[in-house]
């Protein structure tokens, strides 16, 4: 069944930068693209941004532009979510997902919590 | 951005009694495809998010057909015919429409 496996809990310090992993499995990696979005804590679900896993074109959300990179190692069948210059505003759990708009196209990692503390 | 708003944002509901949430967006969700992009999902405590109904009406592979999802344009319901134990949780609308894709704030369901 398709799975995606995201690393542990991390904990930074005010403009530090985090790297998150997303390792997919269950499903041909390249044919999705791998989506990143973050909760949070009293905040709304918000969307950062995606890669084309096969070709690994990228496209970001505004709000983070200039601040996020996602990245893919198709070897690895793993993307990755680098968020810089990290502000206590960026506390919240990082989720990776697989989604299109058809039946089961809709998986999620288990999320990570990326905590910013001085 | 596109705003989705949810109403209730508080939902209290007796086991087997229906439930309804509504969501509106800040405009039209129809792409230019044809197809409208809206899809509802359900956060369990301590999980992550699961999608129910994508492009409003379809529901999701191993979704209860409890779960119906109606509207068009800018104004969007999901409906739970008779409310179970396990679907206590935060429900969100998203739209998938326009760039960056956006979630309502979320309706907490609890039961009575």
């Known amino acids: 069944q398709v799975q995606f496996v995201q690393s542990g809990a991390e904990v930074k310090k005010p403009g530090a930068s985090v790297k998150v992993s997303c390792k997919a499995s269950g499903y041909t990696f390249t044919s999705y693209a791998v989506h990143w979005v973050r909760q949070a804590p009293g905040q709304r679900l918000e969307w950062m941004g995606w890669i084309n896993a096969g070709n690994g074109d990228t496209k970001y959300s505004q709000r983070f532009q200039g601040r996020v990179t996602i990245t893919r190692d198709t070897s690895a069948s793993t993307a990755y979510m680098e968020l810089s210059s990290l502000t206590s505003e960026d506390t919240a759990v990082y989720y990776c997902t697989r989604t299109a708009a058809a039946a089961g196209v809709n998986n999620w990692g288990q999320g990570t919590l990326v905590t910013i503390s001085s | 951005d596109v705003v989705m708003t949810q109403s209730p944002l508080s939902l209290p509901v007796t086991l087997g009694q229906p439930a309804s949430i509504s969501c509106r967006s800040s405009q039209s969700l129809v792409y230019s495809d044809g197809n409208t992009y809206l899809n509802w999902f359900q956060q369990r405590p301590g999980q992550s998010p699961r999608r129910l109904i994508y492009?409003?009406?379809n529901r999701d592979s191993g979704v209860p057909d409890r779960f119906s999802g109606s509207g068009s344009g800018t104004d969007f319901t999901l409906k739970i015919n008779r409310v179970e134990a396990e679907d206590v949780g935060v429900y969100f609308c998203m739209q998938g429409t326009h760039w960056p894709y956006t979630f309502g704030q979320g309706t907490k369901l609890e039961i009575k």
């Open positions: 492009k409003v009406s």
